[in-house]
Nanobody, 126 residues
Framework: QVRLVESGGGAVQAGGSLRLSCTTS????????MGWYRQVPGKEREGVSC????????TYTDSVKGRFTISRDNGENTMYLQMNNLEPGDTAMYYC???????????????????WGQGTQVTVSS
């Protein structure tokens, strides 16, 4: 059974930092590209950042460039998202996803990833 479990969310003030983790099991982790997505109530889920299976290609949505850093450890079957200089607009539920549809451009559309975690809430106050 494939499981993706996010952790590291929480409530911080603007300018603060959080590090999200996505720990996987039952997944051939090293063969999947991975991504972080986020969603706020009433809005569509959006791709925040994606990383290739080898970790040599990454993508960031414009609003997080220079502030967020995605990484992965294939030996630990875990992906990370370091989020610095957080802004109130980053408030959302953050999900990790495993996908075969990532070529180094934009993150795949939300309907494409095959496996999803349950999400971790990030709340940034001004």
């Amino acid at each position: 059974q494939v499981r993706l479990v996010e952790s590291g969310g929480g409530a911080v003030q603007a300018g603060g930092s959080l590090r999200l983790s996505c720990t996987t099991s039952g997944l051939a982790f090293g063969t999947y590209a991975m991504g972080w997505y986020r969603q706020v109530p009433g809005k569509e889920r959006e791709g925040v950042s994606c990383i290739s299976w080898r970790g040599d290609r990454t993508t960031y949505t414009d609003s997080v460039k220079g502030r967020f850093t995605i990484s992965r450890d294939n030996g630990e079957n875990t992906m990370y998202l370091q989020m610095n200089n957080l802004e109130p607009g980053d408030t959302a539920m953050y999900y990790c996803a495993a996908t075969a549809q990532y070529g180094g451009g934009s993150c795949p559309q939300p309907h494409l990833p095959k496996f999803w975690g349950q999400g971790t809430q990030v709340t940034v106050s001004s």
